[in-house]
């Protein structure tokens, strides 16, 4: 799963922690700062995990420095009430649902946009491909915007980039929704899911924030969920409000729904982001005690934000065409999202066509998927404690031992396409070819949940790019296979069209498999990969996790800095 961070509180009050921290200033006292012998909290990607790709090297060095320094900045204990691993439980639940829901929300936007092909063709006289292509570009936002996000997010925190996003992703729902020709459609769409995808990658790292190793299985189960639910939730609304109402009110209803979420953001998503707040914590105390030499931790790393972000989309590139484990596993679930993507433009294809089915109705055949998906989210349970079994079996945990779930859903996705490819027959009942998407999606879900963590655990030192090439990847491929949906099942046939994407299943199925056999012997001649005898001599300790979006990555070491003597 997705690194771990945790805290409590009982106040449900959402104020921002910067006013928190100033209407506390008489509370801040000198015993707020760390002595010599304290341990140091690194700096964080978006995902609120560790991103050596940028300064391993450089922050370990100043992290050692920084620790002999009686002047950093910390929690007072691990009981500080500011540390957001100290929030109630009922506020981080909160919080976690308000995330989750915001991923849900981009994802769903992304395919109910599938609902408005034939109101765009009618208004701007366009034919479909060029209607197809709005879903193109703005899956495609959704997987470059991550890469800027990141970043950006290990500077300024985690709020701001929530509020700025969804203020943007708003915006741009407008031109989309009132616009009045295909280009200014098509363009915003693009610019929609830019913004958008911050949700996609930086809320995973909120949750992790919040929870503890022990308590984040449910919350982040709810959370890895919502990139895969929405998708399939998008044309089963979709397609119900194009039935009473025209096409706008499909981007209408998006826009309400965001203008929500937005409110929630503003009132209930406080910063979560330790760094962050251990700044404005060392900058309020500098500004009333006159100790200029006080400082938080964050604030010793010496990188700027441009170059932070110039590393965050050169290195993912260097991992996905020099690392072969990198490369096979992100084409692996590359395919499978494209053809997720693909079944938006394939089921209304061969159930209006072959079953009779109504707009309305198409959206009701996405069921199968979904239940799928929410079978293989609940089995998280059994493949953690098949990680621990094999672990106490083998005398230590190895990456590979994230695969086992990985290797069952390589077998399930064949089958579901292959079910669903030869039950699409008029002769058929319908209710097959809607069956066949439960085991699609019970693999596709256990597929990127083995994939996902296998990543940040083979590749710690560079988790945050390897996932973020994974990412790009995946979008890529999602935004290309709907544009050749149409001529593939017009000259192949429905069962062979629909054939021809389990045979890419079955090509890639080995992967996990051969990796799980000889990946200790390959993460051993690997540039970038981490062995077990750097494991023995370095010794991090970072959680696990996995990602929906887009991100996710290896944990901070610490979660808080111990209270010191008195300054």
């Known amino acids: 799963m997705l690194s771990r961070q945790a805290a409590s509180s009982s106040s449900l009050a959402s104020t921002d922690l910067a006013d928190q921290f100033s209407a506390s200033r008489s509370d801040l006292a000198a015993n707020d700062i760390c002595g010599n012998n304290k341990r140091i909290p690194r700096c964080s990607d978006a995902s609120g995990t560790l991103n050596p790709d940028v300064v391993v090297n450089k922050e370990e060095k100043d992290s050692k420095s920084v620790s002999e320094d009686s002047n950093v900045v910390g929690w007072n204990g691990p009981h500080d009430a500011a540390n957001p691993l100290n929030f109630g439980s009922f506020r981080k639940w909160v919080v976690a649902v308000i995330c989750s829901t915001g991923a849900l929300c981009v994802a769903c936007s992304s395919s109910i946009y599938t609902a408005t092909y034939e109101g765009l063709e009618k208004d701007f006289d366009v034919k479909e491909i060029t209607a197809i292509t709005g879903l193109t570009l703005f899956v495609f936002g959704m997987g470059a915007g991550p890469m800027l996000y990141a970043p950006l997010s290990e500077f300024y925190g985690r709020r701001i980039i929530y509020i700025l996003s969804f203020t943007f992703y708003l915006t741009f729902q407008f031109p989309v929704g009132f616009g009045k020709n295909i280009t200014s459609v098509l363009v915003n769409r693009l610019l929609s899911g830019l913004a958008g995808s911050a949700f996609m990658s930086v809320a995973g790292g909120t ?44 981007i209408y209803v998006m826009m309400i729904w965001t203008g929500a979420m937005l409110g929630l953001i503003l009132l209930f998503v406080p910063e979560t982001y330790a760094p962050v707040l251990l700044r404005w914590k060392a900058q309020n105390l500098r500004k009333h005690t006159g100790n200029n030499e006080l400082h938080a931790p964050i604030e010793k790393i010496e990188r700027s934000v441009i170059r932070t972000v110039v590393v965050s989309c050169q290195r993912p590139f260097q991992l996905l065409f020099l690392e072969p484990m990198v490369f096979c596993l992100c084409l692996f679930t590359a395919i499978l999202l494209g053809i997720m993507y693909l079944f938006f433009q394939a089921f209304p294809i061969v159930f209006e066509n072959n079953h009779g089915f109504e707009k309305q109705h198409v959206g009701l055949t996405f069921m199968g998927m979904l239940t799928g998906i929410i079978l293989g989210v609940l089995t998280e349970p059994f493949w953690r404690s098949t990680y621990h079994r094999l672990s106490l079996r083998y005398g230590g945990a190895r ?27 008029k002769s058929v009942h319908y209710i097959f ?7 699609f999606g019970f693999g596709i879900i256990l597929v990127f949940s083995g994939v996902f963590t296998y990543l940040v655990e083979a590749y710690r030192p560079y988790a945050a790019s390897a996932l973020a090439a994974n990412g790009f990847l995946r979008s890529s491929f999602a935004a290309v296979f709907p544009l050749v949906s149409l001529p593939m099942y017009d000259n192949l046939g429905y069962a062979w069209a629909s054939a021809l994407l389990g045979f890419l299943c079955l090509g890639c199925m080995p992967f996990p498999f051969l990796f799980y056999k000889f990946g ?17 001599t370095r010794q991090p300790k970072p959680e696990k996790s996995h990602a929906t979006s887009s991100s996710d990555n290896t944990q901070m070491d610490d979660r808080y800095i111990e209270k010191g003597p008195a300054y």
């Open 433 to 439: 070819p809607i069956i066949a998407g439960v085991p």
């Open 207 to 250: 949750v992790s924030d919040l929870f503890s190793k022990e308590e984040l299985s449910k919350p982040m189960m709810v959370f890895t969920a919502a990139p895969f639910l929405g998708p399939c939730c998008g044309p089963l609304l979709g397609y119900f409000i194009t039935h009473k109402l025209e096409w706008r009110w499909v």
């Open 399 to 425: 990456p590979e031992f994230r695969l086992p779930q990985a290797m069952a859903g390589a077998v399930f996705t064949p089958i579901g396409i292959f079910w669903f490819a030869f039950t699409t027959y």
């Open 520 to 536: 200790p012997h390959l993460r051993k001649r690997s540039r970038y990969a981490w062995t077990n005898q750097e494991e023995e």
